[in-house]
């Protein structure tokens, strides 16, 4: 069911590329929606919430998009680039530190004219922080004359998750064609819009996919409770004809490798595995995390041999440049570059 909601077209339909070596490697066979080829800002799931987001804006008259998120946030660089695209202003609000060189999302962040406020965290609930900043941030550019459209963590509200339910309808539909229709979707997970759109679109159309979410950062009892909570916001502001049931909740809660984005060996070893064999980029955040996932439940045996798997590639490859990570990997790759 497509909804009478407002939104900008500006996307096409992402291709799904069939993955051969790491098929071969793994014993299963290997898709990957590429949601990271969406062509602004350098691509990302984010850009499907932005649709819907970014129009409703403009139809209230905003001047200005305002963000938040990590300091690499991909979702504020996809927002910068949306809001370069429609002539906006746009600033990203983060609790984090300033990594000593303007790179990654930052670097892009800056290009599209966004402007970037960070605040060292004084020990308080990052959310109480974020929240006192945008209204502080708001209020500053309001005296200036803006009007300020904010646009929450993931651009993950009701309007956001419609992006992820026509994506849910447009994989259906894909997966069928490819003869893979009852095949399993794996989704990285972070602020849950990705995965509450996919669960509510393919529910509502009763499609025969199986939902594999894969938590990038620690995702609790609380976190369930707020996705099912979240999933029946949606279909309360919608309509939507279903019932959700939290106990279709599959998400792997065990591959968060330590917490959000910390440097982890498993997920450049997956990042490295699929740059390799495939010549596509995974980012070391979400997708690099969710693909060393993928990887532990093959040989863990949650994933059978031969099984058909549709990987979502989410985006987020600026994040390989983000300092901490970069580091990293020269440490483990500098063995062939060779200086004459
Ligand atoms: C590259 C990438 N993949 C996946 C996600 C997770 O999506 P969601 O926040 O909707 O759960 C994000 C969120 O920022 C992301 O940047």
Redesign the pocket.
């Known amino acids: 069911m497509a909804f009478d909601i407002d939104k900008l077209h500006i996307l096409d339909e992402t291709p799904i590329h069939y993955l051969p070596s790491m098929s071969r490697a793994l014993g299963i066979q290997l898709f990957m929606k590429r949601d990271d080829l969406t062509p602004f800002g350098a691509g990302?799931?984010?850009l499907r919430k932005l649709e819907y987001l970014v129009k409703d804006a403009m139809n209230k008259g905003a001047t200005m998009l305002i963000t938040v998120?990590g300091g690499q946030?991909?979702?504020g660089r996809q927002t910068a680039a949306m809001a370069a695209k429609y002539g906006m202003k746009c600033a990203i609000i983060a609790i984090d530190e300033y990594p000593g060189e303007l790179t990654a999302n930052m670097l892009l962040d800056r290009l599209f004219g966004c402007e970037l406020i960070l605040k060292k965290s004084d020990g308080r609930p990052d959310s109480v922080q974020l929240n006192e900043l945008v209204d502080s941030v708001t209020q500053v550019y309001e005296k200036k004359g803006e009007k300020v459209y904010f646009i929450p963590m993931?651009?993950?509200n009701a309007l956001g998750t419609l992006g992820?339910y026509d994506c849910a309808i447009e994989l259906d539909r894909q997966a069928k064609e490819l003869g893979i229709p009852k095949a399993r979707v794996i989704d990285?997970?972070?602020?849950?819009?990705?995965?509450a759109g996919l669960y509510l679109g393919l529910k509502d159309i009763k499609s025969e996919l199986h939902l594999t979410g894969i938590a990038?950062m620690p995702f609790g009892e609380k976190s369930f409770k707020h996705l099912e909570k979240y999933c029946n916001e949606v279909k309360d502001t919608y309509g939507m004809d279903l019932t959700v049931d939290p106990s279709e909740f599959d998400i792997e809660t065990g591959y968060v490798r330590g917490g959000y984005n910390l440097p982890s060996k498993e997920v450049r070893d997956a990042i490295r595995m699929v740059a390799s064999k495939e010549g596509i980029l995974l980012?070391p955040?979400?997708?690099g995390k969710a693909m060393a996932g993928v990887i532990d439940m093959v040989f863990e045996g949650k994933i059978q041999q031969g099984e058909d798997v549709i990987f979502i590639h989410?985006?987020?490859m600026p994040g390989l440049y983000t300092p901490s990570h970069r580091e990293e990997f020269e440490k483990e790759l500098m063995d062939g570059v060779h200086i004459l």
């Open positions: 990302g799931n984010k998120g946030t991909n979702h993931g651009g993950s992820y990285t997970v972070g602020s849950q819009g990705t995965y990038i980012d955040c979400y997708t989410t985006g987020g």
